[in-house]
């Protein structure tokens, strides 16, 4: 009876490892006729990673031929792409944020594209050509923007009632009247009407509407800019996230410290899932001379050491074409770079500002940044003049 | 004169000069791996630093047809920000240290005096040393907020961390109080160490406390000043972590929290200069290296050990 019992169990032990070993070999055998490209970026929260994944999923089921084997980096994502650069084992395809665009292309290690665009007869003109030359220098293109933010005007309405306005600001003037009615009405107890950053990335979409521009920043357009910004600070009429007592504009709007902010998209999920009892309204960034604004954006681009480029051309140009940048915009998490791909509702004053929107980098620019800011906040407490802050800059831009 | 042990040859084994060599060779094979190991992830990695901080060197290596030159140290010597760097850090290290010293020493005493709940107050100093440098900024963040509790307190609105004129000083009292506790235990050590004979002959002689303690007590911890001078003068020198934090990794306000460690992170790796980066971790090297010889001169040799 015990033996018996024995030779069952050492039966059902052997088919069961027979299976296990069987199915191995055949999900290896699986593998080896696909090549595999490998993908990465920074994590921007798990929902975004789950929907990356499952974008990755779609490709995987409709390419037998390729497998991607996406894999978020964790940490400093600049500085654990550096190091495996430096190895010459980066993933073959991965993210690429507009700042760090020159910086890497400069660097040699991102990969040329136009040869796989002209084969395949890619078609690039459906992307906003502010967005994507942010990853081209000269005639050459080193990435496709995957998505996209603007800045745009985000107000409390509460404090717009208090104060008599009825709309959100669209002129440089009717932000300066607005920003004085909120003051004299006292519409923002415990703070100030405009919540502005000591950040280029926000004041530099007020240069472009100026007609100012960063290859010619010494220009009387960039300084009238300026000082415009920085009028606010004189004025009394802003205060920096620092001196709120805040961590960004957009935590000064959600607790009642500012009832004008500039940011991007990304204000919409944070305001709703943490101040889902302030009432705001978005309306399109304010135009000065001319409409301005500035694109945050992040391409997938290739690695010059990626091992099967083709392959690899062939996930790129997957998702960031059109089928898979509509996957991508399913849950509006972010917006489309692409003209043909349509966005979830609610973010038409994003979208305006599409066809004149400046990618946001520029050469040297961990450096140039540093000073652009920390001369910023020199110039805001009056320690500085405007043209010494420029001409620091340009020397830094040129660096 | 030699002792007993080194003089007696282990009989039929040879001479006494074998026997040096042998024991000799023991001792370097006991040290061998230690030193691979420092070579390999100390040695090495500085003198390639210093190699580095001669040429022009991006993320892929040495730039393509990159000659050897100081180009580098041209830039660093032009360069206005890494001279705030520099100034920052030397103007953190010459306020945090005699902070830390005065506050650790005052601490040990306090722990040597024989009051009741002793243990108690030893690991309620000693615990801010403990706790994640990140953990404790960030904390301190919230509280010298603008709305903050020290602000509640003093009856003040003013943003320490978000003004230049108190962004520095602020992490100097940061720093002093976290770091005291770590200074307390090298000085109660030294201070168990002083034999109580010569307290013993002042009281004798009549002599006050104040009068024990600067004439007997701190000329006695001699070489413990040296030591703690020494050790956490190279700290401060390295700071960079809660400069970082409490900036948000901009150096801000106008530059107040820019130190020469953030300065070289900044050029390594997110500019992707290592050329620049490297020739000024080499600045630094030599100005820790010059003041701990200046410091050895004056103070005085560490005799503890």
Redesign the interface.
Known sequence: MGRARAAVAATVVLALLTVVVASAANARSERTTATTVTLSGWSAGKTEDDLLQQIVNDFNTTHPNIHVDYSVINGDYATAMTARFAAHNPPDVFYVDSSIAPTWIKQGVVQPLNSFIKKSKYDTTKFYPGLLNAFKVGKTYYGFPKDWSPLAVEINKAMFAKAGIKKAPRTWAELTADAQKLASSNAVPGGKPLCLPTDWARMLAFVFQNKGSLANVQSPAVAAAVNYYVSFFKKGLAATPTQLGVGWPGEALGKEKAAIIFEGNWLLPYMKSTFPQVGFGVGPMVKGKVNGNLGFTVSYSMAKDAKNKQAAWTVLSWLTGKAGMSKWMSLGLALPSRSDVKAVGGRAPFLAAGPFSKGWGFPNFSATLTIMNNDLQAVIDGNKTTADMLSDVNASLKG | MTSATETVPAPGRGSLLGARVREAGWGYLFVLLPMVVFGLFFIYPLGYGIYISFFEW????KAPGANASTANYH?LWND??FHRALRNTFEYAILVVPLEMALGLLLALVINARIRGRAYFRSAFYVPSIVSSVAITTIAIFIL????LLNKIIGSDQ?W??D?STALYSVVGLNAWTTAGTVMLFYLAALQSIPTDVYEAAAVDGTSRLRTFWRITFPLLKPAHFFVLVVFGIGALKVFDQFYIVS?G??????ST?SAVFYIY??A????NFGVGAAAGVVLFVAIFLLTLIQRATVGRAEIG
């Open positions: 991006g993320i892929l290596g830039d206005q920000v907020n603008p709305d903050g943003a961390f978000g230049a948000n901009t150096g801000g306000p106008e530059y820019l900044q050029e790796f997110k500019s992707a």
